[in-house]
């Protein structure tokens, strides 16, 4: 039984502590998170789901993250802080020896993630970055359609997601809503989608980009081009929709013989339109992405990873994909991407 230990106990803490509930070989023991009062308040976000216990017998409660870690006596240290602490707080975790699951994004910066990088391969545990789109039903379905090449190639791909700038965590002064904390919409919510092309197509070779940015500095739109031989791959994300709009998502993959189309708001999520034949609903792994993400880590940790699905280095390359579309958006240029 690995024993694991939850820091920040927000939105993402309580949909983690959710998915441990339902893992077979791992519960959680420990919970930190600075502000006690959080675990009396089940908190919402953009996510239907997150758990809602406000009473844990049988688990240790911190309130200071360093003193968790020196109490120790967890396998596990499970990140679900706002995003300027990702980086400290994961090298400490590996520094102490523990296996690190650590939410996205990685970090705002590629020098952060390189630091991270380095501490794990120093580390003895296991590291990963939840980008869970990877572990999604829809998204693990679409991957498979490609893998397969039942419908023949990719031409073109339209991944998107809207909503209202976050607001569950706030009193009108979210962390999120300030750019150097959070990254804006470009690293708090679009790397879902910038981890999806790199996942399904690999790098691009160019970006081209354009944003919105409020008045405050926060940037709350972006539209990427992304440069691809032979396939056309588009996104877009908002953070400018009114609070009347709940979160949204969309993906349509055009093969050369059907297209795929995910809409998260639709009663089917996922609809496949073959050229031949009847569209249907495919059947769809039960597991929530972040429950099959939590046990993706567990599998890493006990060595029965069937294949590989995301690794740090994954994550990485994705922040350098969402720092060059900044840069793009930024300049008003084309981006090419550098070679690693
Ligand atoms: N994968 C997803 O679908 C998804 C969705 C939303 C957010 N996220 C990511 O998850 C992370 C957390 O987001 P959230 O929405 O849960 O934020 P949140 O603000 O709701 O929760 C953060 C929690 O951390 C606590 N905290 C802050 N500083 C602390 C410290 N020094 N020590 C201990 N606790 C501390 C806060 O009190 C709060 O309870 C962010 O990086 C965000 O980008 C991921």
């Known amino acids: 039984m690995k024993k694991v230990a939850t820091v920040g106990f927000g939105f993402m803490g309580r949909m983690h502590f959710g998915a441990w509930k339902k893992a077979r070989g791992a519960k959680v023991t420990a919970i930190c998170d600075s502000n006690l009062a959080q675990l009396k308040t089940a908190k919402a976000g953009n996510q239907a789901g997150t758990d809602t216990t406000t009473d844990f017998p049988g688990i240790e409660i911190f309130d200071d993250f360093d003193a968790m870690i020196q109490s120790g006596g967890f396998d596990i240290v499970d990140i679900t802080l706002p995003t300027p602490l990702h980086p400290s707080t994961c090298q400490k975790a590996l520094a102490a020896g523990y296996h ?95 981890d999806m092309v790199n996942y399904l197509f690999g790098m691009p070779e160019t970006v081209s980009s354009r944003a919105h940015v409020r008045a405050d500095g926060l940037t709350d739109h972006l539209s990427t081009i992304y440069g691809f ?94 720092c060059a579309e900044r840069r793009s958006a930024t300049t008003n240029r084309i981006v090419t991407l550098a070679k690693r």
């Not at 740090?312 to 969402?322: E, G």
């Open 229 to 322: 031989a032979n396939k056309v791959i588009t996104s877009n994300v908002s953070w400018a929709m009114p609070a009347t709009y709940l979160f949204g998502s969309e993906a349509k993959v055009v093969f050369d013989d059907a297209v795929a189309v995910m809409n998260s708001k639709a009663k089917q999520p996922l609809t496949i339109y073959p050229a031949k034949g009847k569209p249907f609903e495919p059947k769809l792994q039960k597991a929530t992405g972040y429950e099959a993400e939590v046990l993706y880590f567990l599998s890493l940790i006990n060595g029965t990873v069937k294949s590989q699905i995301l690794t740090p280095d994954d994550a990485r390359s994705s922040i350098q994909l969402v």
């Open 100 to 194: 690190v699951l650590c939410e996205k994004p990685m970090a705002l910066t590629l020098k952060e993630c390189d630091a991270m990088l380095a501490a794990a391969k120093k580390a003895p545990g296991q590291f990963l970055i939840a980008q869970c789109l990877r572990f999604w039903p829809e998204y693990v379905y679409i991957k498979q359609l490609i893998d397969s090449g039942r419908f023949g190639q990719v031409k073109a791909g339209d991944f998107s997601r809207f909503a209202a700038a976050p607001g569950w965590n706030n009193n009108g002064n979210s962390w999120f809503l300030d750019e150097s904390k959070s990254g804006g919409v470009v690293f708090d919510l679009h790397i879902h989608d910038a």
